[in-house]
């Protein structure tokens, strides 16, 4: 089992439709969460850290499910500019520098 | 702005031949980090530094070689590249602890023929 599994997609949603990413990790003791944003031909950007209580900003949510160990994003009102792939990363083997772990990442396709 | 610049885009590279990727960071991170990307795989960590002449094996440390002679500037060698090798390979730096952010050079793809 990957340490940290993700739908590759492609999700094709139209334009202003909601779209929701679940990612799964195997490490019960990982306490790190995050969701980078990697455009076409481009470097992976941080988009959102991922708390206990879930966090949002503007139309992202982040949410984080311990008892079943995965992480959420859910993007509300998709514009075509969110269209990238969206990675999912977690510190896998508890504290540590060396210990982030991303997984293979979701693309997101907007269509007009 | 952070600014994270590998010295290379674009490499084409022989079999046998000694490849040295170089990545610089302007924001006097102590940690450094070398990734490989390849479809389907995701981000795969070769190498991590968290310290001048300090290193250590990520999860595919095989076939390459770091160094770290100066805080801002990190290195991965490839003593001799082999096709499977073709890769992107990516930089990255951070501060601190592994809750920090990681900041990403635009990355160097090099094909081995």
């Known amino acids: 089992r990957k340490e940290v599994e993700q739908d590759p997609g492609p999700f094709n949603v139209p334009e202003g439709a909601t779209v929701a990413f679940n990612c799964t990790y195997s490490?019960?003791?990982?306490?790190?969460f995050f969701w980078y944003r990697q455009d076409c031909r481009k470097e992976p950007k941080l988009l959102m850290s991922v708390y206990s209580s879930g966090n949002e900003d503007g139309r992202f949510t982040a949410q984080l499910n311990r008892a079943s160990q995965y992480i959420s994003l859910l993007i509300r009102d998709s514009k075509l500019s969110d269209s990238a792939t969206y990675l999912c990363v977690v510190n896998t083997r508890g504290t540590g520098r060396r210990a982030l772990t991303f997984g293979s990442g979701t693309r997101l396709q907007v269509q007009p | 702005d952070v600014k994270v610049t590998q010295s290379s885009r674009y490499l084409v590279k022989r079999t046998g031949e000694k490849v040295f990727l170089e990545c610089v960071q302007d924001m006097d991170h102590e940690n450094m980090f070398w990734y490989r990307q390849d479809p389907g795989l995701g981000l795969r960590l070769i190498y991590f530094?968290?310290?001048?002449?300090?290193?250590e094996k990520g999860d595919i440390p095989e076939g390459y070689s770091v160094s770290r002679e100066k805080k801002e500037r990190f290195s991965l060698i490839l003593e001799s590249a082999s096709t499977n090798q073709t890769s992107m390979y990516l930089c990255?730096?951070?501060?601190?602890?592994?809750?920090?952010?990681?900041?990403f050079g635009e990355g160097s793809r090099l094909t081995v023929l």
């Open positions: 490490n019960s003791a990982s306490q790190s």
């Open positions: 990255a730096s951070s501060f601190g602890d592994n809750t920090r952010e990681l900041f």
């Open positions: 530094s968290y310290d001048v002449k300090m290193k």
